[in-house]
């Protein structure tokens, strides 16, 4: 569960690049929603994403993580209640560690970690198990470098390890974009299939608006910093793209300029 | 086999070439071994002063003397590998210049003959346990201030010389050992020393003017903070008539009365005879470990006026420099 | 060469295999190009020199010279993350302050070990010549030194370590203190590298102010040097290289030394530790184009 209460962040305050990247958003998620969330570029998308992770502290306002009021916690202290995956295949993984290292890694998110063994055996059957049903053959690759795996691979395995610990939510940050079409169907299927499975509660960042409404349950579109509409259930059945358009002019009374929005 | 396989098999050959290369001299040449920290302005004259002084004995390079030579480069490792590499060849003797060559070589080339040089404390520097009888196979020359003749040029410049000042940094080591020295020498040649302390070069001026009435004479040792403030001193010194001895031949071009020095090249020179005499079978403990003897006088009559004494014509005359 | 000076080289090389350990933390494991090598390095000899010589026993003298290599890594790693000094400036400033410091530790700039019981003494009564003894105590350290490394770099904290400097955004997304990490592994490197300057000391005779010099170029030459001549895919691979380039390195300059016959001399050395760095620098390249060469045919 998720607690979003009027936050505020800005960025180079008090410069002439001054940014008002949030303008007192608040939003509720409760527990097992998956929320999408479009918006154009500066929106706010990922200033969102990185307050609820740590990676931004926000100047006003307050979010609470489970019940637990996290504002001024840092990213590491959040961690145990908060999973992401990122958009570069990248950055969610090691490159210079092995498989089975980035899963050791992983499963001991938010857990104080000791001089014990990183990788056990009891974790390397579990492991296997859970990298089997991606179907990629990387069961038998444990211990070959993640610099080895292509992207589509690694943001399977950030998948996986984001998702190997329970936590409050998931964070994903348009984490199919840096994908080829193929490719970013099969991980976005696969999240499908894991949050459904684990029953987790996710908010999903996209920068299509057709996946939007495909996927989850619930969708959001930021707009200078705030939520422009946020609709789900009845409402959300049986919507499209121009649909969503008419609802953000409707909101804003103001056309939306960005066209990017609209392929995919 | 790859890369590596070749590269481990020519390390190997390489390996097994060096350990057959060895070429032993002829049977009845000396071999002495020369050790040096780093290259040096005053530590290559000494080497070159070595040399000479084997050759004034009768050891001549590339004649009756076999003659390695090898420079750390400034590098402890590299000094002990050097030290390494002498104790493998066994030379009949080890000539090491500096103080941590010179440790080095008395522990890693143990069975071997050690002549050391400008070792300015080899007592604190644990290679000998007594200057007179070194015992075991380690003798050599140090470069130790030679305070008594500093003693002694203070009272020919200054006859009737009852006090002497002395300003030092007593954050150095060497000049605390300097001073210490300083008050034993003085006590037997019938002076009292007058202390004042300069911990940084910005006390020196109070220091100096702390001494006027309480001192006839004033005294620098080598102390760097002093030495490196000398001109607040020297303008003391000539306010106030207050004759000034240096300990280093430098300070006399700065303006500072007199000093006795010695240069490296003479140090060498000794070092050399003293191997000689190893070399002629005698055994190293049984040398005693010898000052610098040939020192130096230098002078500066104008400064000698500025600050109210006039130096003898006998004085000037044994002065081996006299500045303008 | 001989005997004395081939036993010299893998004496000096696995001393200086510990001081690669340390590098290999701080620039390949950490990513932080720390320079306080040079003045950890004669700290500890400074430390172990000045206790053993003021009666402690020599054990309890190389422990205090450790926590004190360790202590001078958390100043460089503290300067970096709290007052945000770019690294390698901060490992500068540590470095320079540690010689003032060093020199203050032993009151004067040389302090003697000639004589005095070091951890070495005891083992000069077994009636080894005394050139073996040194090279086979420092086999056994190396060894226990080697394979605490190795198992605390697969250890939970270990991989966190690692994670830290290779992508520190992705280690703290899972929870990983990263400033806690950097800090550990300064303190851990320096130690190690303490350890070794003590060693040094105890076994040369001496603590020198001026033995840090060039150190940290001595430890990369060997970190780098060990990746060229083999593999280093795993922990355990990439920790027998710093040893083995270490020991190449000081072959090497054994070699030069004693390489009389080709005209080398010592002073010849920085030459030489200039085209052995840059020759482990392209090796990896000639080792790739080698294996495409390879794969071709």
Known sequence: ?264 | ?324 | MSLIAFLGAIETGLLFGLVAFGVFISFRVLDFPDLTVDGSFPLGAAVSASMIVAGYDPWTSTLLAIIAGGAAGLVTALLNIKLKILHLLASILTMIALYSINLRIMGKPNVALLGDDTLLTPLEAVGLPYYWIAPLAFVLVVVVVAILLILFLKSETGLAMRATGANPRMARAQGVSTTMMILLGMAVSNAMVALAGSLFAQSQGSADVTMGVGVIVVGLASVIGGEAVMSTRTILLAVIACVVGSIFYRLAIAFALNADFIGLKAQDLNLVTAVLVALAIVMPQIKSNLKAKKRLS
């Open chain 2, 1 to 324: 086999m790859g890369l590596k396989a070749i590269l481990g098999a020519s390390a190997l050959a390489l390996g097994v070439s060096m350990l057959g290369l060895t070429i032993p001299a002829q049977a009845s040449d000396k071999h002495v071994a020369i050790t040096q920290i780093v290259e040096h302005p005053a530590l290559d004259a000494c080497r070159n002063g070595v040399q000479d002084g084997l050759a004034a004995a009768g050891f001549k390079v590339g004649e009756n003397l076999k003659w390695s030579y090898e420079s750390a480069q400034g590098n402890p490792a590299t000094a002990a590998q050097v030290a390494k590499k002498f104790a493998g060849e066994a030379p009949d003797v080890i000539v090491a210049i500096s103080t941590p060559s010179a440790q080095t070589v008395a522990a890693s080339a143990r069975h071997i003959p050690l002549v050391f040089t400008a070792v300015t404390d080899p007592l604190g520097a644990k290679l000998v346990k007594n200057l007179d009888k070194p015992g075991k196979l380690i003798t050599g020359i140090t470069d130790l201030s030679p305070i008594n003749k500093h003693v002694e040029l203070v009272q020919q410049i200054v006859p009737g010389v009852k006090r002497l000042g002395v300003i030092y940094n007593p954050g150095e080591t060497n000049s605390v050992t300097l001073v210490s020295m300083l008050h034993t020498e003085a006590k037997a040649h019938g002076l009292t020393v007058v202390e004042a302390a300069a911990t940084k070069s910005g006390d020196v001026l109070a220091a100096a003017r702390s001494l006027v009435g309480k001192a006839d004479a004033i005294y620098i040792p080598l102390d760097n903070t002093v030495v490196s403030a000398l001109e607040a001193v020297i303008k003391v010194a000539e306010q106030n008539d207050l004759p000034l001895i240096s300990g280093d031949t430098d300070s006399v071009g700065r303006g500072s009365i007199a000093a006795v020095g010695f240069n490296y090249y003479d140090v060498g020179l000794q070092t050399g005879k003293m191997v000689a005499r190893v070399l002629n079978g005698e055994k190293p403990g049984d040398i005693a470990v010898e000052s610098v003897q040939k020192l130096e006088l230098y002078l500066n009559p104008a400064a000698a006026e500025r600050m109210g004494v006039k130096l003898s014509d006998e004085l000037i005359a044994s002065a081996k420099e006299i500045v303008k």
């Open chain 1, 1 to 264: 569960m998720i607690e979003i209460d009027n936050i505020h962040v800005t960025f180079a305050q008090g410069t002439p690049v001054e940014n008002h990247a949030m303008r007192g958003l608040s939003l509720f998620i409760p527990e097992g929603d998956f929320v999408t969330v479009i918006g154009s570029n500066g929106a706010g998308k990922s200033t969102l994403l990185n307050a609820i992770s740590g990676e931004i502290r926000v100047d006003t306002g307050s979010i609470k993580v489970g019940n637990q009021d996290v504002t001024r916690r840092n990213t590491e202290r959040r961690a145990g209640d908060v999973a992401r995956v990122f958009q570069d295949p990248m950055a969610g993984t090691c490159e210079g560690l092995s498989i089975e290292e980035n899963l050791a890694l992983a499963i001991k998110r938010g857990d104080s970690r000791g001089l014990g063994m990183a990788v056990k055996r009891e974790y390397r059957q579990r492991f296997k198990t859970r990298l089997k049903r991606l179907g990629l053959g990387l069961e038998n690759r444990l211990e070959d470098r993640m610099g080895l795996l292509s992207g589509g691979q690694r943001q399977a395995v950030s998948l996986l390890m984001a998702t190997l610990q329970p936590m409050q939510i998931l964070l994903l940050d348009e984490h199919t974009a840096a994908l080829d079409p193929k490719t970013a169907a099969f991980v976005l299927e696969l999240t499908r299939e894991i949050i459904e499975e684990q029953q987790l509660t996710a908010l999903m960042v996209t920068h299509s608006m057709k996946q939007a409404l495909e996927v989850g349950s619930r969708t959001l579109m930021l707009h200078e910093g705030k939520i422009a509409f946020d609709v789900e259930g009845e409402q959300r059945k049986g919507l499209e793209v121009k649909d969503l358009l008419a609802l953000f002019e409707k909101n804003k009374g103001e056309e939306l300029a960005d066209d990017s929005l609209l392929l995919g």
